[in-house]
């Protein structure tokens, strides 16, 4: 494989400024528990949301916002709906954000988009707390009343807003403080009907919020010297019996009695500012991140007495600030602690096996990769806020890796959308770089792309789109391979299809056909969940190698395909729409209609559009394929060669012929040839499916059990994020810190068939087994005793000669012969023992099944180039532009 390695794609990750899980513990929960989800909030605007999975941590979605960063998130969730036979529906996950505006946003988690803003007339929104959700102890009760959102304001104000009935509505002024240094930082509820909030002139003020009034208030004192007169509550936080914890600008962490407010205990936690608080679920540990970067815990050494604590560890985990905190605590699946800071990175902290596992740090690059590739054109593009940068890639005079000189590529377009206020969510080329799309969350547009006389750059126009598709907006879209269909997914996960052809009057003019097609997805069954409309949003689309079939994924794991009857027709109309015939399930022309008042109906789901004889159906047997284990996050068609009665001719379907009652007759003719689309999922499953079959391909059935893959790519916990193929059928996946190689041309891994007849036992087996981690690093490993030596009046400890880990020799600089070993290895040459270090030297000469590296990092994505000619790509190893994003 030849790599390109770029680093001069512009993509900035902006600080972490808010984390919230959308649960604290599995306390109080009696029927099934709903999925949990991670929060962070950027300094961007953006807001991520984060699935931990198991210890997983796959990252779902991304809400672009409006540039202001967010200051903080909260989760609510609406009370359970009772159903007529007597069981529970949950209440929906609601997400709110404060970005220091007069507003508290809500999120649509479905669409990713802002939903509503709060009403009232109050000042800028520093700090934000949910109320506690209400239990009903048995179904007699009482509904549960809807969780209030307590706000405090840089004036000094709270104020409290209502959730109830799905809407956010201004309820009341809790409390009114005067003064220049009355500004609330930060809030609490200690119950459903106690907050307590920090202010600026180092106060803690207590609230009653049933009738408005100030319980009790707590002072900090004086600020240490140097700094101002008061100290700054930062943060604020309740522990589950009721005291209250603070953290301030002196660096200090103080617990105070939850029923007379008076200070229990005083501990110093940070040289300097005190910026976030966490704890356990039961209340035993504490966790505090400062101004100095460090995470200090605390552990409470007498059970009998609430103000017996101690700092058992304090620990630089970030280069700066730790800005936000929050956690998880389980008593058998997940406990972890997630900072959060200025270095961009989340750091997974255990909490429960503190000491005893590794932190762990997550990806800060998205999941979904922000660039994309023109293969055949050598084109290169990435977008960032409102931004498209268009690269070309020259070949290389070598195989030799390393970071590209700035005369291999050259910048030959920019694209700036500047109609709009919305940040580009989406992006596509075309794969002859002829055409590129993009799409926001209002708006969709195409832009053709030539190349000027004369000159490198490439001139750039706007094609004329219905205007009802331009004002769909997208959330993902993406050209068939040849180039003649635009997919575009809508943020409420609909899926349109345009078709695109050459003007008449100018052949190499490209238009869009003025109208568009909505591929009804199949109802699903789906369970009873927190989070229904989010579940269902489509994140992944991918086109068949033959652009004949449409694959889209959701969160939740089903599949819906889509297939393209009949063959393309250059004589057909270029359009034409015909009524299908509900009940005989066939379709009669618009023409054909005697002017009754039923061909005046503007439904447009009795209408099926025409486009060269061809048109858009459900595949007949996609209701046959399962639901994923996961979520999905690669899907892939192995590549075919093209059927050769695919083509088109002069009357691509010569079967059909046009009749007085059916003037636009079309063929009903399937895709001929194979189409396996494979899957990777959260887990790192991997599946392959026959789609027009419905079912599991052969091969995919002896590699269902996870012995039946490498041992060293199901250990790796950073997910995938896509992949590539070679012209020898071989699957070239990445995540963000790493490449694999895996020849799905056989079964990876020997012994797959025996691994599938021993499927049961080994099912049972890993029925019983559970979680063993808190879902954060890898178990410390135990080490030898240090040994010690007298020298120069000192003891000092000996460094053991231990073998360096496979991980760590691929971080190292590699030289001209490791670099070598990557190209032999596409052209299935013998690179000697590969990275994985697992075949044995006998073994050598045979074709490697798999390979991985650890070499790139972070990656930000992997696109594939071809050779402007195409008879010299025949036979060449794949070209890659590798784009890394170095922090």
């Known amino acids: 494989m030849d790599v390109h390695r770029s680093r001069f794609v512009p993509y900035p990750v902006s600080a972490i400024t808010a984390l919230s899980f959308s649960r604290s513990s599995d306390t109080g929960y009696t029927g099934p528990l709903p999925a949990l989800k991670l929060a962070i909030g950027r300094a961007n605007g953006n807001v991520e949301i984060w699935n931990p999975g198991k210890g997983v941590w796959v990252q779902e979605a991304t809400f672009l916002g409006d540039g202001k960063g967010i200051e903080g998130l909260v989760w609510t969730q609406d009370p359970d709906e009772s159903m007529l036979d007597g069981s529970l529906l949950p209440g929906q996950q609601r997400l709110f954000s404060i970005s220091s505006e007069p507003t508290v946003a809500e999120w649509e988690l479905g669409t990713g988009q802002v939903k509503r803003r709060s009403t009232g007339n109050f000042g800028e929104v520093w700090c934000i707390a949910a109320q506690p959700r209400g239990r009903r102890s048995n179904a007699k009760d009482e509904e549960p009343m809807a969780q209030d959102i307590a706000a405090g304001c840089r004036d000094g104000t709270i104020v409290l807003l209502s959730t109830a009935e799905g809407d956010l509505q201004f309820k009341r002024f809790l409390a009114r403080v005067s003064g220049k240094k009355a500004r609330c930082m930060s809030m609490t509820y200690q119950n459903r009907n106690i907050v307590v909030a920090g202010f600026v002139d180092g106060m803690i003020r207590v609230y009653d919020t049933r009738n408005g ?184 005079s070598g195989r030799e890796v390393g970071p590209e000189p700035s005369k291999a590529r050259k910048l030959v377009a920019k694209l700036s959308l500047t109609d709009g206020s919305d940040s580009i969510r989406t992006a596509s080329i075309s794969a002859d770089g002829k055409m590129l799309a993009t799409g926001t969350n209002s708006k969709i547009k195409i832009f053709q792309l030539k190349k000027r006389a004369g000159h490198d750059s490439l001139a750039v126009r706007r094609l004329d789109l219905p205007k009802a598709f331009t004002n769909l907006g997208a959330r993902i879209v993406c050209f068939s391979y040849d180039g003649k269909w635009l997919a575009a997914v809508t943020p409420d996960s609909e899926v349109h299809i345009a078709r695109l052809t050459s003007d008449v009057s100018h052949s190499k003019r490209m238009v869009c056909l003025a109208e568009t097609v909505e591929l009804e997805r199949r109802h699903q069954n789906v369970q009873r969940s927190a989070f229904r409309a989010f579940e269902r949003s489509i994140t992944r689309i991918t086109w068949a190698w033959d652009s004949s079939i449409l694959v889209a994924a959701d ?136 789609i027009l079959a419905g079912r599991l391909t052969d091969w995919s059935r002896r ?94 400890e000996e460094v053991a000669n231990e073998k360096p880990l496979r991980r760590d020799l691929e971080m190292a600089d590699e030289d001209d012969w490791e670099v070598q070993r990557l190209t032999v290895l596409a052209s299935d040459g013998d690179p000697g023992d590969d990275v994985s270090g697992k075949q044995s030297s006998a073994l050598t000469s045979t074709r490697k099944k798999w390979w991985c590296t650890f070499r790139y990092r972070p990656i930000l994505g992997m696109v594939p180039l071809e050779s402007e000619d195409a008879a010299a790509h025949e036979g060449r190893p794949l070209e890659v532009v590798l784009v890394e994003r170095p922090i």
């Open 703 to 796: 590699t269902l059990s996870p012995a039946a893959l490498p041992e060293d790519f199901t250990k790796i916990k950073d997910r995938a994020m896509n992949a590539v193929w070679d012209g020898q059928g071989r699957l070239w996946l990445y995540g963000p810190t790493w490449v694999f190689m895996l020849d799905v041309r056989s079964d990876l891994v020997e012994g797959a068939t025996s691994a599938q007849q021993h499927g049961k036992k080994r099912r049972r087996k890993r029925r019983a087994k559970r979680m063993t981690g808190s879902g954060a690093g890898d178990r410390i490993r135990e080490q030898d005793p240090p040994v010690k030596r007298f020298e120069r009046g000192r003891w000092k």
């Open 213 to 396: 009034s100030q319980i009790r208030q707590m002072s900090l004192g004086t600020s240490l010297p140097g700094a101002g007169k008061n100290a700054i509550v930062w943060q604020v936080r309740s522990l589950p019996n009721g005291d209250i914890l603070s953290g301030d600008s002196n660096g200090e962490v103080r617990i105070w009695d939850g029923q007379n407010y008076s200070l229990l205990r005083r501990l110093t936690g940070h040289e300097s500012d005190c910026l976030d608080l966490v704890c356990s679920a039961d209340g035993k540990t504490l966790f505090s991140g400062g101004i100095d970067g460090k995470m200090a815990v605390y552990k409470q050494t007498n059970h009998a007495s609430r103000s017996s604590w101690a700092k058992i560890s304090h620990r630089r985990l970030h280069n700066d600030e730790v800005k936000a905190l929050a956690s998880f605590d389980s008593k058998l699946g997940l406990s972890v602690v997630v900072s959060g800071g200025s270095d961009v990175t989340p750091i997974i902290t255990p909490l429960r096996e503190h000491g005893k596992e590794e932190i762990r740090r997550l990806p800060s690059l998205p999941q979904d990769c922000p660039v994309a590739s023109a293969p055949k054109a050598r084109l290169l593009i990435s977008w960032w806020e409102r931004d498209v940068y268009v690269w070309r890639i020259s070949p290389q």
């Open 555 to 690: 969160l939740a794991g089903y599949l819906d395909s889509w297939v393209l009857e009949g063959h393309e027709d250059s004589t057909a109309p270029a359009m034409a729409k015909i009524k299908r015939d509900m009940e005989k399930g066939s379709t009669v022309a618009d023409s054909s209609s005697d002017g009754d008042g039923d061909s005046d109906s503007d439904d447009d789901d009795d209408e099926v559009i025409i486009y060269y004889g061809q048109h858009w159906a459900d595949n007949p047997q996609g209701h046959l394929l399962p639901k994923l284990d996961a979520v999905p996050l690669v899907l892939t068609f192995r590549p075919s060669q093209p059927d050769a009665g695919q083509g088109g001719s002069a009357n691509g379907n010569p079967g059909v012929h046009a009749t007085r009652r059916n003037p636009n007759a079309h063929s009903h003719q399937l895709p001929s040839g194979d189409h396996h689309l494979l899957v990777l999922t959260a887990r790192h499953h991997l599946y392959e499916f026959d």
